[in-house]
């Protein structure tokens, strides 16, 4: 991700949830050194089509935010970008992924489920909400000796996934 994403990142963003990161949160992530990468078409660098932040140390990834945009969601995008980071992670010597995600998303849980997430835990009211505050589910990965897997579950179906991920 570059400072000329942003302008993108942040309409995907605002676009999908109720209480959006704002331009200086993604700001911030890209000043602290956090791994912040796009997802877009190799014939238009500028299309973005989702975003991921994470934030690794001690062994450990943190998954702080991944999104997709609207119009290409249900596609696999999600499950191409989430490999992605995990053998990031991997690479970078991590030995476990840890993410927080709002308890009603069933399909963001599935998804993590689907990639061998394990919920391990609920942090009370840890999302703005509507009304109030949600809790949300911390799950975590660990990698085992074996890693990468032999069989892929986040294999994407899709013919098309897209032809980068980051800038």
Do not use: K
Not at 80 to 108: F, K, T, Y
């Amino acid at each position: 991700m570059l400072p000329a994403d942003l302008s993108g990142v942040v309409s995907i963003e605002s676009g999908s949830y109720s209480h959006p990161w704002s331009l200086r949160q993604f700001e911030g992530s890209l000043t602290a050194g956090h791994d912040c990468h796009v997802a877009c078409p190799a014939d238009d660098p500028q299309d973005v089509l989702g975003y991921a932040v994470t934030m690794t140390g001690a062994g450990e990834c943190h998954l702080l935010n991944i999104t997709v945009r609207r119009d290409v969601r249900r596609g696999g995008l999600a499950r191409w970008m989430l490999a992605h980071l995990m053998d990031s992670a991997r690479a970078q010597g991590c030995q476990a992924i840890w993410l927080e995600v709002r308890e009603g998303n069933a399909p963001a849980i599935a998804l993590y489920e689907r990639a061998g997430f394990v919920a391990v835990g609920r942090r009370r009211g840890y999302y703005p909400a509507l009304r109030g505050r949600e809790d949300a589910l911390l799950m975590t990965l660990t990698f085992s000796a074996e890693w990468p897997r032999t069989t892929d579950p986040l294999q994407p179906p899709s013919p098309h996934p897209p032809d980068a991920m980051d800038h």
